[in-house]
């Protein structure tokens, strides 16, 4: 049975850092691209970031302060988000898509159950 599994999210004040994980069960990263998510509340969902074998992608409102990295020996995806802003206050989903990341964002088949990031002083 495949699942994602988010972790790692919380209440931090501007200018903090959170790190959070994403644990895949029932398949192998090895083949998958994992993607992060986020949706704020009245706004779309934005994919913030996405890690393939081949490459890394994220969106330009969190270059220079979020690092994704995944350890395929614990099936695992992280986000490493600084210099976090009001802004960036949403619930954060990762998603899995088979072979690499899309330039569009499209093509991702399941999803973890989201984990909420907070940022207010």
């Known amino acids: 049975q495949v699942q994602l599994v988010e972790s790692g999210g919380g209440l931090v004040q501007p200018g903090g850092s959170l790190r959070l994980s994403c644990a895949a069960s029932?398949?192998?990263?090895?083949?998958?691209?994992i993607g992060w998510f986020r949706q704020a509340p009245g706004k779309e969902r934005e994919r913030v970031s996405c890690i393939s074998s081949r490459s890394t992608i994220y969106a330009d409102s969190v270059k220079g302060r979020f690092a994704i990295s995944r350890d395929n020996a614990k099936n695992t995806v992280y986000l490493q988000m600084n210099s976090l802003k009001p802004e960036d206050t949403a619930v954060y989903y990762c998603?899995?898509?088979?072979?690499?990341?899309?330039?569009?964002?499209?093509?991702?088949?399941?999803w973890g159950q989201g984990t909420q990031v907070t940022v207010s002083s």
């Open positions: 029932g398949f192998r990263l090895d083949n998958y691209a």
């Open positions: 998603a899995r898509r088979y072979g690499l990341c899309s330039a569009s964002g499209s093509g991702y088949d399941y």
